[in-house]
């Protein structure tokens, strides 16, 4: 523990830029969607197409099954990069790897930290919205909220140790991302097909509800119990995918 807060430090200063960038540019779209909320609901909830609050689908539409979404995506995916490939690019790795630690307390407090920046922009919409909705004095469910950001999370997570490993196995940071930015796009339309589509294996429905037994399109509301046993297999995978990038740091030559 006492050598993994400084390791904790030095993932923050080397991710913090990324990190409140990304806080930014989420919370803009939340913002500026509570703000401007007149003229956009006209163009995501035209002519009336949800059954209930016009404001509660038109917040769906930008927010959990829209644009905010499609960014938080690639927001966690970008904070996976970096680490022991970067500083071999930098020509300081062999500075680090001197230190008195291991490689797999150097890439676990990465992906630590990283979990905990996913954890904060999947809570980033819940903190935005509700205070924007009740300053303009409109409305947006806090139990929804809240069910979104789990299922955010879970999803972010399995993104985020998708982009990790692979910027663990990739000397460049661009090949990484390019590999990471394939699976998010081609990986759901792999799952369109039988068997996969018998099971509920694509990311991005999950996180926005979309298709799915738990969410009520007419309505854009989550219903029912939140689907515990997916969000906990989703996190086991991210989980397994991180102990293997951690293992093949363990075994990198980054000469």
Not at 19 to 31: E, K, N, P, Y
Not at 162 to 173: C, G, K
Request: net charge positive; glycine share 8%; hydrophobic share 60%.
């Amino acid at each position: 523990m006492n050598a993994m807060m400084p390791l904790l430090f030095k993932a923050w200063r080397e991710s913090r830029g990324r990190f409140l960038l990304s806080v930014a540019l989420l919370a803009t779209i939340c913002a500026a969607g509570v703000i401007f909320r007149g003229s956009l609901m006209k163009v995501f909830v035209p002519n009336a197409s949800f059954v209930g609050a016009p404001y509660v689908g038109y917040i769906y539409r930008l927010v959990y099954g829209g644009a905010a979404r499609g960014l938080f995506t690639i927001l966690v995916m970008v904070l996976a990069l970096g680490g022991l490939q970067r500083e071999r690019l930098h020509r300081v790795v062999g500075f680090t790897l001197a230190l008195p630690v291991s490689r797999a307390q150097l890439a676990g407090a990465q992906a630590l930290l990283g979990l905990g920046q996913v954890a904060a922009l999947s809570a980033l919409p819940l903190i935005v919205l509700g205070v924007g909705s009740r300053l303009v004095h409109v409305s947006y469910p806090l139990e929804q909220m809240w069910r979104f950001g789990l299922l955010w999370l879970a999803g972010g997570a399995v993104f985020f140790a998708v982009a990790f490993l692979a910027a663990t196995l990739f000397r460049s940071e661009y090949a990484a991302l390019a590999v990471s930015f394939v699976f998010m796009i081609f990986y759901p339309v792999t799952v369109m097909f039988p068997p996969l589509n018998r099971y509920p294996l694509n990311l991005h429905h999950i996180m926005s509800g979309l298709a799915m037994p738990y969410f009520d399109a007419r309505h854009a509301l989550l219903v029912g119990a939140p689907p515990w046993m997916l969000l906990v297999s989703m996190m086991a995978v991210a989980g397994a995918l991180i102990v293997l990038a951690v293992q093949i740091t363990r075994q990198r030559d980054y000469s």
